[in-house]
């Protein structure tokens, strides 16, 4: 009870009544604070926290291999790095597998960069173990023929957003004529796959102009500012 000549509890702000001078609901100050603490933001929990420490647990490992190795290249060597190896492995799973994973990316964007360090990788692969002309002239054309056609079904998916996988479809159109350069240069040896490549990329490019609506074709000529 509040012995006080005031309508309104000072404590609960509820209005007392006139015989006993009484909360009427007998609200506490303690049920008060928790409902004003209901609107508060609760901390993430659950999923968000799970991926937080799978990808610090991740990260944690990756650094735990690579010094190791590099630290027992070291102490030991014998001409070879080999520990390079290992910390380029580490990391293209990171960029192709992990990347995907833990960053919210659009599924043209995870194509495109996974098929970029996938033939950065194989070409390394080359020149570490010194077996030129299995990566870069056979797999790396095939590989912008595949990346090209995944996004080519998506963009026929999901037509509602062809605006946003044109961009990804433009760069491996463009990416597609690559193993031509690499052939002029004398980076790979035979033509054919490289040829395919460029061709595909040239198939892909005419239908683009000649099945897409006006809306598109209009975005495709400021893609390749003509």
């Known amino acids: 009870k509040v012995n006080t000549g005031l309508q309104k509890c000072p404590l609960c702000f509820q209005v007392l009544s006139d015989e006993e001078s009484s909360c009427s609901n007998e609200a506490s100050p303690h049920s008060v604070h928790e409902e004003n603490t209901e609107n508060y933001p609760k901390p993430e929990t659950g999923i968000a926290n799970k991926y937080n420490f799978v990808f610090r647990l991740f990260f944690f490992i990756t650094v735990v291999i690579g ?89 026929l998916l999901r037509r509602l957003k062809w605006r946003e996988y044109s961009v990804y479809q433009t760069v491996m159109v463009f ?28 198939l892909t490019l005419t239908g683009m102009f000649t099945f897409a609506d006006k809306k598109y074709k209009n975005e495709l000529i400021k893609r390749f500012h003509l």
Do not use: Q
């Not at 492995?89 to 360090?117: C, E, Q």
């Not at 004529?177 to 040239?202: N, R």
């Open 67 to 155: 010094s190791t190795c590099l630290l027992i290249n070291l102490l030991t060597f014998s001409g070879v790095l080999w520990s390079m190896y290992v910390i380029g492995t580490m990391l293209y799973l990171w960029i192709t597998v992990a990347y995907p994973l833990f960053v919210k990316r659009k599924i043209g964007h995870i194509i495109v960069i996974s098929t970029l360090s996938t033939s950065i990788y194989l070409y390394s692969l080359e020149l570490a173990t010194r077996t030129k002309g299995w990566g870069l002239s056979y797999v790396t054309p095939f590989l912008f023929i595949a990346a090209t056609l995944m996004i080519t079904f998506i963009i």
């Open 175 to 202: 990416l597609g004529f690559l193993p031509v350069i690499f052939w002029v240069t004398g980076l790979v040896s035979p033509i054919w796959p490289s040829v395919l490549s460029a061709f595909y990329s040239f």
